[in-house]
Each structure stands twice: as C-alpha cells, then as structure tokens.
C-alpha cells in the first residue's frame, strides 16, 4: 500500500507541474513599405491548410523576442526586426501538452530586415492587403488580432 501510494504521490505532483506549465507562442505580423502583411499557410497536423501569422513555441527560459526573431529565421529564413506588440489571445486547450488556459498566443509587429523569404515549414506565403485579411480561412487563434492588424495596416 505504501509504495502504491508513493506512486500517486508522484503521479500528482507531476500532473500539478504540468497543469502550471505556460506554453507561450510568439507570432510576427510582418510588414511592408505597400501596406502588405505577411500570412503562412500550415502545411502539417490539424490545422493544416489554415493562415496564421509565422511564429511558434517559446523555449524555457527564452525571451519572447529572441524567439520570435529565431522562428522567423526557422521557418521563413530571414531577418525581422520587431517594432511593437500588438496584442495577445488565449490558446485554450490549443497547444498540445498545455493546460488549458495556460498558453498565450502574442503578437508583435515587425519588418522584415535581411534575406530572402522561403517557406520552410509553410506550403504558402502571401503578401496580403488590409481589404484581403478577413477572407483568408485562420486558423481560431490568430482571427482576434485581425482589427489590430488592420489598423496597424491603415497607419503605416
Ligand atoms: O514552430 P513550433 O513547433 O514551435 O510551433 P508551431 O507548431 O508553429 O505552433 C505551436 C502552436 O501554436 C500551434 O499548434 C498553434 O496552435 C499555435 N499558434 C497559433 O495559435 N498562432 C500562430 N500564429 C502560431 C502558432
């Protein structure tokens, strides 16, 4: 009985762990001197097929920025320079692994600042206009940061 009860301790203390564990996710609204933002299309796993601004998962201990400026460099092989945040979303239930509640999708605005764009892990890239974001199928996440964007779009 003791060692079966060591094991639910354990068991329990792990699952306490994981249910504190914050996956952030950093995203890039990428700009440019037309008035144009950057989408990618999801090439793999459930949300394949769908648009989403170019980003991903925060390591432990990484800056949001430093991860940022690395998953635009994985994944579209450039240079960005952020400019400003834009705004955040919950990701409920939405990253694998994460607790409900406890993953945030945050966005910063940027500029692309060196290299060449090449969709390593998308199947598309597209410069899209203010008036072409909305008709675009996103994936759940990133369509509450579209007013944000848009306005963004209006001032540059
Ligand atoms: O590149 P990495 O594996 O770190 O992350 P990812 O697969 O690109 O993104 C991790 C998760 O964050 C995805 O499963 C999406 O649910 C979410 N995500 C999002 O909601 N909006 C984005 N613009 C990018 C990622």
Known sequence: ?????????AYAAAA???AL????VVGAALVDDRRRV???RRGSGPLAGLWEFPGGKVEPGEPDL??????CREELGVAITPHAFL???PLDGVVAGGAPGASTLRVWWGRVTGGELVAHEHTELRWVVEDELE????IPADRPLLPAVRALLTRL
Do not use: I, K, N, P
């Open 1 to 9: 009985v003791r060692a079966m009860q060591a094991h639910l301790d």
């Open 16 to 18: 306490a762990e994981r």
């Open 21 to 24: 564990e914050v996956t952030q």
């Open 38 to 40: 950057l989408v990618a």
């Open 66 to 71: 430093d991860a940022l400026v690395r998953e």
């Open 87 to 89: 705004g955040e979303v």
């Open 135 to 138: 008709e675009l199928d996103w």
